[in-house]
């Protein structure tokens, strides 16, 4: 299991670049402190222009030890002095999400797609199910999946379905022969029948 939180961040047109060295500064400090911190901009999909700081932990121990251990950093206080003088965007979360299938990779793909769908927590483990079936149908296009679930969020009732690519090109050639297979397309309605997909957003490794 790795627990996984979520800040996302919605840059003022014109400050992108100082937001990233932000960004940057921050998951430098996080990633001293035990997180394994990753940068995704959106760019297609729900969020697009978004920026994404991602930390990935083994456990909420360890979660909760590096969040204090960076929240006492002095350059992660320099940082938000310096956004309360010149504010580059606005930020939400963290959200806090645990992973429930699949491993997720140490090393980040440059590519990833979120597909999150309503599932009603007595419906979780129906959904978790098709699981293995998706891994079986999307292996041999080299596309890796897992799902996660909220811990402290908005909604508690979504489920995300992630899917891995190493390139957008990579991402184009696997969904042209996802969209024409029709076992996966079957699959897709098990999933629909179960759950409500909701939104989905595809980001990219910066």
Do not use: C
Not at 60 to 83: C, T
Not at 106 to 134: C, F, T, W
């Amino acid at each position: 299991m790795n627990i996984i939180t979520v800040r996302e961040m919605t840059p003022i047109i014109g400050k992108e670049t100082l937001m990233e060295e932000r960004l940057r500064r921050a998951a430098g400090v996080m990633s001293r402190h035990g997180a394994a911190s990753r940068i995704y901009l959106t760019i297609a999909g729900t969020g697009a222009g978004n920026y994404l700081l991602i930390n990935l932990y083994n456990s909420f121990s360890d979660g909760s030890v590096a969040f204090q251990k960076y929240g006492n950093d002095p350059e992660y206080k320099k940082l938000f002095m310096e956004r309360a003088i010149n504010p580059s965007g606005n930020m939400s979360g963290p959200d806090i999400y645990r992973s429930v299938y699949g491993d997720i990779p140490k090393s980040p793909s440059s590519i990833m797609v979120n597909r999150v769908y309503h599932v009603p927590r007595g419906k979780q483990q129906e959904m978790l199910a098709l699981a293995p079936d998706l891994d079986a149908l999307v292996k041999d296009l080299d596309v890796t999946t897992s799902a996660v679930v909220p811990v402290m969020s908005e909604d508690h009732e979504l489920m995300f379905i992630n899917y891995r690519f190493s390139s957008l090109e990579h991402w184009g050639t696997a969904v042209d022969k996802m969209s024409s297979s029709s076992n996966f397309q079957s699959l897709v309605t098990k999933g629909n029948e179960i759950g409500t997909l909701k939104w989905s957003r595809m980001i990219k490794i910066i």
